[in-house]
């Protein structure tokens, strides 16, 4: 218990270390978001009127009063989930921004990703053990080949083959121009559609890395005594490789799981922007291409919530698996 207590303190301090430096980070940057905002409007080489720049301060709602008092009314509007006004998007709020593009990367960032795990930590298990047989082999070799291949060519390969050449999906967005955006099948087949190009390009290349580390893990624990024990003792060799060998193997990577999701928002800029996807890492770009400060500040925020919650969640099944780890925190 004394384990999962210091992990939940430990992670209570790091959010409040990365809320302070969201923060503090975007007041150090030079420039000022509102003269941004009426030195577009104007023209570079024109002078400022500080009336306008007072009026868009306002309109944004820009806080006054010294530093520490913004800080405190900084995280007095966390606590009420108030973000501010989107620059780009006026009047739309920082939070009906993220809404709408949120579900967007859940459904297409969120599920691969997992499924990306899942399916490469099967399946370097199952190579590591039928080692040296051809199915180790061609798992083996062919991940290499699709490793040393760049991301963007096979992303703009299937565009060029499913959607200009066979004319089969879609080349991007989120659903159709035409359609009516009413829920129903009709409409979710048409996301589908949508998502086909972006999801497999992710899934092509995300196993690799858990393929590669599950199966060198589990080749290892595969020679420790208590593998050979078990198996001395007659147990079934599905029950050794999934309890005894998988379950101490896969640890590495529900870590290296938890620490990549704080990329995968920088992967999804990419992703959202060459397949021009309605999500997060689509609005992050708008942002930082506009200086919307407090859409990028709240972008920033989230994804920071989100890998150190993941941590935790890595932390506390770490704790879980294997006890050893318990008995080593207590010490």
Do not use: C
């Not at 996301?191 to 995300?206: D, E, F, G, V, Y």
């Not at 935790?312 to 006890?323: C, F, K, N, S, V």
């Amino acid at each position: 218990m004394r384990y999962f207590i210091r992990r939940i303190l430990f992670f209570l301090l790091t959010l409040w270390a990365a809320i302070t430096l969201n923060f503090f980070i975007p007041r150090l940057q030079p420039g000022d978001p509102a003269e941004a905002i009426v030195r577009k409007i104007a023209g570079q080489n024109r002078a400022i009127d500080p009336a306008q720049v007072a009026a868009i301060r306002a309109m944004l709602g820009t806080p006054d009063g010294n530093l520490f008092q913004q800080y405190v009314d900084y995280l007095g509007n966390l606590v009420r989930g108030e973000f501010g006004v989107s620059s780009s998007y006026f009047p739309y709020t920082v939070m009906e921004m993220i809404g709408q593009a949120i579900l967007w990367t859940i459904a297409l960032a969120g599920v691969t990703q997992v499924l990306g795990f899942i399916i490469g930590t099967l399946l370097g298990a199952f190579a590591a053990w039928r080692r040296n047989t051809a199915f180790d082999s061609i798992v083996s070799l062919g991940l290499t080949f699709l490793g040393t291949l760049p991301y963007y060519g096979i992303a703009m390969l299937m565009i060029y083959v499913f959607a200009f050449k066979l004319n089969w999906l879609p080349m991007g967005g989120g659903f159709s121009q035409t359609s009516t955006r009413e829920y129903g099948w009709e409409y979710t087949g048409d996301i589908l559609r949508h998502a086909i190009l972006p999801a497999l390009s992710i899934l092509l290349t995300a196993p690799i890395g858990w393929v590669m580390g599950m199966r060198n893990n589990m080749i290892q624990t595969l020679g420790e005594d208590y593998t050979r024990l078990a198996l001395a003792k007659g147990l079934s060799p599905w029950k050794v490789a999934l309890r005894y060998s998988a379950r101490n193997a896969i640890m590495p990577n529900v870590t290296g799981f938890a620490i990549s999701l704080g990329g995968i928002l920088g992967g999804l800029v990419f992703v959202e922007g060459l397949f021009n996807y309605p999500g997060m890492g689509r609005l992050l770009f708008e942002a930082v291409g506009n200086r919307d400060y407090p859409l990028m500040q709240t972008i920033f925020l989230f994804t920071t919530v989100g890998v150190l919650l993941a941590n935790l969640i890595a932390d506390l099944m770490y704790g879980w698996l294997d006890p050893r780890v318990r008995k080593g925190e207590g010490t």
